[in-house]
């Protein structure tokens, strides 16, 4: 969900009902971070069944679109800057294969959308 402040709460809005085609419904927007890309906002998210990293982004109407998807297990506190200009998100990702009394499986994703 999205909403706006100027002084009172805007409407609110339905970024993404977690409806995935050929699928239940997946659990949508934990370690949400908003950042504005050409005066709109943006939302990177996590899908909570899969651990991808999503995209949503409003044009007239809110677009969602995968970020990071496949084995390793993303989006643990997602952060977002554009204080250079251009978005960099920054996460935590697991490999799910790797032994963590070993090399440990936690590493730092730092991506520019």
Same mark, same amino acid.
């Given at each position: 969900?999205?909403?706006? &402040?100027?002084?009172?709460?805007?409407? +609110?809005? @339905?970024?993404d009902d977690g409806?995935?085609?050929? /699928?239940?419904?997946?659990?949508? %927007?934990?370690?949400?971070?908003?950042?504005?890309?050409?005066? %709109?906002?943006?939302?990177?998210?996590?899908? %909570? #069944?899969?651990?991808?990293? =999503?995209?949503?982004?409003?044009?007239?109407? &809110?677009?969602?679109?995968? $970020?990071?998807?496949?084995? $390793? #297990? =993303?989006?643990?506190?997602?952060?977002?800057?554009?204080?250079?200009?251009? +978005?960099? #998100?920054? &996460? $935590?990702?697991? /490999?799910?294969?790797?032994?963590?009394?070993?090399?440990? +499986?936690?590493? @730092?994703?730092?991506?520019? +959308?």
């Open positions: 969900m999205y909403t706006t &402040w100027n002084g009172a709460a805007g409407t +609110p809005e @339905l970024v409806r995935r085609a050929g /699928d239940r419904a997946h659990p949508v %927007g934990a370690a949400a971070s908003i950042y504005i890309v050409n005066g %709109g906002p943006v939302i990177a998210y996590q899908d %909570g #069944l899969t651990a991808d990293v =999503d995209l949503a982004q409003k044009g007239g109407m &809110w677009t969602t679109s995968p $970020l990071a998807s496949g084995p $390793l #297990l =993303d989006g643990f506190s997602i952060a977002s800057t554009t204080a250079h200009g251009a +978005p960099v #998100l920054a &996460w $935590l990702s697991i /490999d799910p294969a790797l032994d963590p009394a070993s090399s440990g +499986p936690h590493g @730092l994703v730092v991506k520019a +959308p």
